[in-house]
């Protein structure tokens, strides 16, 4: 089969996992988890990263990128007030804050099941995504410490001018990439249900997050525009914040919806060359049937 065949296959069989699912509510569903855990996944993340390398290390380099961040939305005083108060937080109240990080594994949890073939109860998705959710905060602080040291690093290296601010925008998308797909390829192997083949799981973690990366340095792009955000909200400038900041959760909950079904479609492709027959499918299987019902 050649290459534009198997893409028209792939985006067929996509189209069709998702057409019985309403993306958007599901979509919406992670971005609510995640609105009421990332304040407390944060400051693990920075307490983690402060215990790795040190308190005034974390604060010098939070001090730095928050210098760099426009003031639109308080992205500068957003960032210096979390990494002032993740680095200083005490190993007890570190502790408390697992309980509502871990949210956000349990809302991926669900999310992911909803395009998979498994069927999970409740009561098991939720746990295994809160427990499954700890293996993301163990990596928390190499991801913290690579992103504002390489934030750091770009500003200082590329200069000033359009050629310098074009050039760190490329070092910035390349950096993103990296760090979104190597965080994928944990979600899309350990949090999701399903077990992707390796080759697979590459492809869809580095293909989603390269979607992923572009759609966050575009939004840092965002940041510098003079858009009056509390315009449409009688003023209220909170209000209208939380609202770029929700929707611009909601649209990256999408692309890693779609990524996660079209590594999924991968896997079964590979899995049928090799063996040379039909695998079930989610779609064959339909929303709520479990595969071992679909064989009997």
């Known amino acids: 089969m050649s290459i534009a065949r198997r893409c028209r296959s792939l985006v067929r069989e996509v189209r069709h996992t998702m057409r019985d699912h309403d993306l958007m509510l599901i979509a919406a ?78 809302g991926l949890r669900r999310a992911f099941l ?11 998705a939720a746990w295994s995504g809160r427990l499954l959710s700890l293996l993301l905060m163990a990596l928390s602080p190499l991801l913290t410490i690579a992103v504002l040291v390489a934030s750091t690093w770009i500003a200082h290296a590329v200069g000033t001018g359009i050629g310098a601010t074009l050039l760190g925008g490329y070092l910035a998308f390349l950096t993103a990439w990296v760090l979104v797909s190597l965080t994928l390829v944990v979600l899309y192997r350990a949090i999701a249900p399903d077990r992707p083949a390796l080759r697979p799981l590459l492809l869809g973690a580095f293909g989603t997050g390269s979607f992923v990366a572009g759609f966050l340095v575009g939004f840092a792009i ?11 909200y009688g003023g209220f400038w909170a209000a209208g914040a939380a609202a770029v900041a929700g929707g611009w959760l909601l649209m990256l909950h999408i692309i890693v919806l779609i990524g996660h079904t079209v590594t999924l479609s991968l896997d079964r492709a590979g899995t049928e060359r090799r063996h040379g027959s039909e695998v079930a499918s989610p779609v064959s299987l339909g929303p709520h049937r479990r595969p071992e019902a679909h064989a009997r």
């Open 222 to 232: 965002f940041l510098q525009l003079p858009i009056q955000v509390g315009g449409a």
């Open 114 to 124: 909803r395009f998979s073939p498994r069927r999970d109860g409740a009561v098991s």
């Open 29 to 106: 569903g992670a971005t609510v988890y995640l609105a009421i855990a990332v304040v407390p996944l944060l400051l693990v993340a920075v307490r983690l990263s402060a215990a790795v390398a040190g308190r005034a290390r974390i604060r010098d380099l939070g001090a730095e990128v928050a210098h760099l961040l426009p003031s639109t939305l308080g992205a500068d005083r957003l960032l210096s007030d979390l990494v002032e108060a993740g680095s200083g937080l005490g190993w007890k109240a570190a502790l408390l804050s697992l309980l509502p990080a871990s949210l956000y594994g349990e």
